[in-house]
């Protein structure tokens, strides 16, 4: 079946602008998550969701970062002015959720660049 | 906190032959899960194996096993008959359900190469 799917894969933009990035999660997948990596940092943690309950949000670097599900199933990723350190891949995964165990289902990523 | 460490940066290997990544982690939970991810240049994490610390006997997925010593908290990898296209990044992870929430903790990862 079809996995994780992000979208766009790569996105340049300048410094200051907005950008939205896009994770479609594994059809029947409860839990969403979207992780960042970069060089200095490795792979963090941004936000996880599950079902209907309120998202965890304690990774989201700063208020010019946001996410939301809409249907409990499409995710986005808003980042808001953004800045140069904001350069990375974020990636996004899901899982069955609530089931002990059930291992992460990563997208390929996209990659952002800010000039 | 939970922290992964990952003490190799980069390792290398022969063709066929068998190499063992390493892998400790710090945590005061009791039960928890650990994974081994691989993500080569195209970008995916792709799960390599993972292991439930209230099982002793330690996983095993074809040329994949792990050395789970739970009270020494190390996790390792071992990848026998090595093939050309398991060369990739390979990161461990611990994951954990405190407060309710769940995610990842993520080691810096190891590079690893494999020779023909």
């Known amino acids: 079946g079809a996995g994780v799917s992000q979208s766009p894969s790569n996105k340049v933009t300048e410094k200051g602008k907005d950008v939205e990035l896009r994770c479609d999660p594994i059809?029947?997948?409860?839990?969403l998550y979207w992780y960042r990596q970069s060089l200095g940092q490795g792979l963090e943690f941004l936000i996880y969701?599950?079902?209907?309950?309120?998202?965890?949000k304690s990774g989201l670097p700063s208020d010019r970062f946001s996410a939301e599900r809409t249907g409990g199933s499409v995710s986005t990723l808003t980042i808001q002015r953004t800045q140069q350190e904001d350069s990375a891949v974020y990636l996004c995964?899901?899982?069955?959720?609530?089931?002990?165990?059930?291992?992460?289902?990563f997208g390929d990523g996209t990659r952002l660049s800010i000039l | 906190a939970q922290t992964v460490t990952q003490s190799q940066p980069e390792m290398s290997v022969q063709e066929a032959e068998t190499v063992t990544l390493s892998c400790t982690y710090d945590?005061?939970?009791?039960?928890?899960?650990l994974f081994w991810y691989k993500q080569p240049p195209s970008r995916q994490m792709i799960l390599v194996i993972r292991q439930e610390a209230y099982k002793q006997q330690n996983a095993t997925e074809n040329r994949f096993s792990v050395n789970f010593q739970k009270a020494a908290k190390s996790f390792s990898l071992k990848i026998s008959d090595s093939q050309l296209g398991d060369a990739a990044m390979y990161f461990c992870?611990?994951?954990?359900?405190?407060?309710?929430?769940?995610?990842?903790?993520f080691g810096k990862g190891t590079k690893l190469t494999v020779n023909p």
């Open positions: 969701f599950q079902g209907n309950s309120a998202p965890d």
């Open positions: 945590t005061s939970e009791s039960d928890y899960y």
């Open positions: 995964a899901s899982s069955l959720g609530g089931l002990r165990g059930q291992p992460q289902h």
């Open positions: 059809s029947g997948h409860t839990a």
């Open positions: 992870a611990y994951r954990t359900t405190q407060g309710g929430s769940e995610k990842l903790v």
